[in-house]
């Protein structure tokens, strides 16, 4: 059985800022494992993935990217066009039930990339 693909969530940000913006995204994570989304979260993610799928679906790079993607995976590339039903399919609790099972909160990495210190001359 294949892992799934792992989750990140990218801040830019300041230094002094990193730490108190990774702990609201896992306190965020958190909530949404305790209550889930809201419908219209649901919904709003939805509309936005149909629209942006709706667009992509007209450029060569959407499908050179999916077909490299399930080459990679070991996918069958006929399940390229069915992206919309999937995101169809999508609801409360299925993405309830998601959270609370593929994001653990004991078992996350935290990588922050520091800029580098300026050398005194």
Known sequence: MRCPSPTVAR???????AQSLTAEVLKEVERLQKEGP???????????????LQDALLQNGYW??????VHLLGRDPR??????ERTESLSQQNIHD??????????HTIVSLMPEAQSTK
């Open 64 to 69: 050179l990217n999916s077909l490299q993607t």
């Open 11 to 17: 801040i830019n940000a300041l230094t002094s800022q």
């Open 98 to 107: 998601a959270l609370k099972k593929y994001f653990p909160l004991q078992r």
């Open 38 to 52: 809201s419908a219209a979260d649901v919904q709003a993610v939805k509309e936005q993935e149909k629209n942006s």
């Open 79 to 84: 399940r390229i066009p069915l992206r919309l």
